[in-house]
């Protein structure tokens, strides 16, 4: 399955148009309306001499889809970072999950999947993502499985049920963003999420739905009797 790649941002703040800059937008249209890539410049503030600050959020984001509980350390590492930009990141993360209600989401619908991932639709690579769930199809947890293609040899079952075991879930919900905008899914996409239902079979884990997303809707296997 081919995807098309965006073009990420990699301009200055100040080379851009004032209306397109994260932080007269977030002024104009409300926090809502930035993708994550821009919430982060925001939090940032400003890149460094060498590096644009869309380039050191472009890295961190890619850290924190891997490795949601990402270190201070972790962050520093990323070149434009160091360590007060990355204790500002810790913080700001910490304060959200701190204030996030501690009941978890039931999942009822596509939709309700669709609304749980719907800002990775603005990633300029396909995720694959894994909504953990509990017997009442609550959220425990939603990580990214995996980065890149959506083929059966990158999207292993290890990978998207070591976790959910961990977390003793009784279910899951995948999905997964179309960068391209295209929801209808492939013969790879068909394949990888049988190979996940099996597996899911054995290890007495169910796969609930798996979607299909971009930023503007999705599709689901379960509506359309693939699953």
């Known amino acids: 399955m ?7 941002i990699s301009m200055k703040v100040m080379e851009m148009p004032p209306f397109e800059r994260p932080r007269e937008k977030m002024e104009e249209k409300g926090s809502e309306a930035l993708s994550d890539l821009e919430l982060l410049s925001v ?12 380039d050191i959020a472009s890295d961190l984001l890619v850290l924190l889809d891997k490795k949601p509980d990402a270190s201070l350390s972790d962050m520093a590492q ?3 970072m160091g360590k007060a930009k990355s204790t ?3 913080a700001a993360l910490e304060l959200g999950r701190r204030r996030t209600r501690k009941s978890g989401t039931a999942i009822t619908s596509p939709r309700d999947i669709f609304y749980e991932v719907r800002h990775y639709a ?3 690579q396909e ?16 990580f990214t499985a995996t980065i890149g293609l959506v083929n059966k040899t990158l999207i292993h079952p290890r990978e998207v049920f070591s ?12 999905a997964h963003n179309h960068p391209s905008g295209q929801l209808v899914p492939s013969e790879e996409d068909i394949n990888v999420t049988n190979r996940l239902v099996e597996s899911g079979k054995l290890l007495g884990i169910k796969v609930l739905d798996h979607i299909i997303f971009s930023k503007d ?5 379960l509506e359309h009797s693939l699953l």
């Open 2 to 8: 081919k995807y098309t790649r965006n073009t990420p």
């Open 43 to 54: 939090l940032i503030s400003a890149g460094t001499p060498t590096r644009p600050v869309f």
């Open 78 to 80: 990323i070149r434009g």
């Open 88 to 90: 500002q990141i810790a």
């Open 122 to 124: 603005y990633r300029s």
């Open 127 to 142: 995720q694959f993502i894994v909504l953990t769930l509990n017997g009442a199809h609550e959220v425990i947890d939603i």
């Open 163 to 174: 976790e959910p075991l961990k977390r003793r879930a009784t279910s899951i919900a995948i």
């Open 217 to 221: 809707g999705y599709y689901s296997f």
